[in-house]
């Protein structure tokens, strides 16, 4: 499958050209600096239409899109139908922007708190209003934006706070349109939307005394269609999935997926490298993608002995783990995603790259993509190597592994260029990415 790419919006453009250094200057560029800090895009959603699509950045602003194109898309699909070549790529139009969030200070705790934003979560649509939910590290939004062509209002209809004792790391909506769920290190807390002064703590995994702890939550999100399931992640490579009609506090999973390490195997960096930063169910319900630091991992809710696919996505970097870990590098979230189909999942690395992979039975897909104006392609195709039978399903594989002779020798991966964030359209072979402050798409 070939991905055809194109800016779709680049939210900062600064030229140094003729700037003289001085001490004045200097000040000007520090500014400039600041500035280019606070564009970069920290949050990537679409809606369950695909024709909306969200960013928030770490100056607390999101900004919004809309498709232009979304009047075509059936005759799109029956020309796809009929083998004719379909030349239009997805566009998408910028809508508005607002401040989400402004940087605050808890005087209690001597804490700053910034206004990034963390996560975006698009709500039910009412009456041609968008609704949508934001956070950053303690408070989170809800958000109703509404008007035509560029005459658009955002405002905030609830503001829930108070809740979390330490960083939130992920909201979820729940399939029932009513309530939610935001996670932080050690808790999870469930909302109803109307009810911005009162939550709900659902899983607490915080130790009587915190030096017992072991583990933190690292990501949480709600069953597509199953409103009383959901799964978290912790930093131990876990993934528990709970059943809310069990019990309030949900001290129990249903089940727990894990994958053993092979004996003799440990170093000191298995456990960090371990860490789930991210996960998504699949739009059908029935498997969930993870991503650690060095792997995406397929699984099936059905079969909880170990996942049914795994993919390398920079296997070059495993001999550099002790320079990752010295400055900090081997700690970076990166996130995931899945095609609206399952048969495709994508996640990101250095050098401003993002990998995309086939998961269906017999897939070999395995491609390299660069998230830059003069975007390049590296085509990798390993075969795949089975690592254990199913009874149920294809044969679990292990694919992706770059060519290390180039990667690794040639140090041509660049650690403080990292894409973190990306989402793929609903329902179509489109992902939108982000490297740094600018925001790019590509499509099959």
Request: proline content about 3%; aromatic content about 10%.
């Amino acid at each position: 499958m070939t991905y055809i790419f194109f800016v779709l919006f680049i939210s900062l453009d600064i030229c140094f050209d003729g700037l003289i250094c001085s001490p004045a200057n200097s000040v000007c560029i520090l500014i400039i600096l600041l500035l280019v800090s606070v564009d970069i895009i920290s949050a990537i959603e679409f809606d369950k239409s695909g024709d909306h699509l969200a960013t928030g950045d770490r100056g607390g602003r999101v900004v919004l899109f809309e498709r232009t194109d979304s009047g075509d898309s059936a005759s799109r699909r029956e020309l796809e139908r009929q083998d004719y070549p379909v030349a239009r790529h997805p566009e998408f139009r910028y809508r508005t922007e607002f401040q989400s969030h402004e940087p605050e200070f808890d005087y209690l705790k001597s804490l700053e708190i910034e206004e990034k934003i963390n996560k975006i979560k698009w709500c039910q649509t009412t009456n041609n209003a968008l609704f949508l939910l934001s956070t950053n590290d303690k408070t989170i939004k809800y958000w109703k934006v509404t008007g035509q062509d560029l005459n658009h209002v955002a405002r905030c209809r609830r503001v829930y706070a108070h809740a979390h004792d330490y960083h939130i790391n992920s909201i979820s909506n729940n399939s029932d349109g009513e309530t939610f769920i935001s996670a932080d290190d050690l808790r999870i807390n469930l909302w109803n939307l109307e009810i911005s002064n009162q939550s709900f703590n659902i899983v607490d995994v915080k130790p009587a005394n915190m030096e017992d702890l072991t583990e933190v939550i690292t990501c949480a999100e709600f069953h597509p269609t199953h409103c009383n399931t959901l799964a978290y992640s912790s930093s131990k490579g876990t993934i528990r999935l709970i059943d809310l009609r069990q019990s309030a506090l949900c001290d129990n999973h249903a089940k727990l997926f894990e994958e053993h390490d092979a004996p003799g195997s440990r170093s000191f960096f298995t456990e960090i490298i371990a860490s789930v930063s991210d996960i998504k169910f699949a739009r059908d319900g029935r498997h969930i993608l993870s991503r650690d630091y060095m792997t995406l991992k397929l699984w099936d809710l059905n079969m909880d002995s170990g996942p049914v696919a795994t993919f390398q996505v920079h296997e070059y970097l495993r001999p550099k783990l002790c320079d990752l870990y010295e400055n900090d590098s081997i700690f970076d979230k990166f996130e995931c995603c899945l095609s609206g189909d399952g048969l495709r999942v994508a996640t990101g690395s250095y050098s401003n790259l993002f990998r995309v992979f086939g998961c269906a039975p017999g897939s070999t897909e395995a491609s390299t993509l660069e998230a830059s104006r003069n975007p390049m392609r590296h085509q990798v195709s390993n075969p795949a190597r089975p690592t254990r039978t199913l009874t149920s399903l294809t044969r679990a594989v292990r694919r992706g592994g770059e060519n290390t002779s180039v990667e690794a020798n040639g140090n041509s991966y660049d650690l403080s260029t990292k894409l973190l964030h990306l989402a793929w359209h609903p329902t179509e072979n489109s992902i939108a990415c982000a490297a740094a402050n600018s925001l790019y798409m590509y499509y099959a």
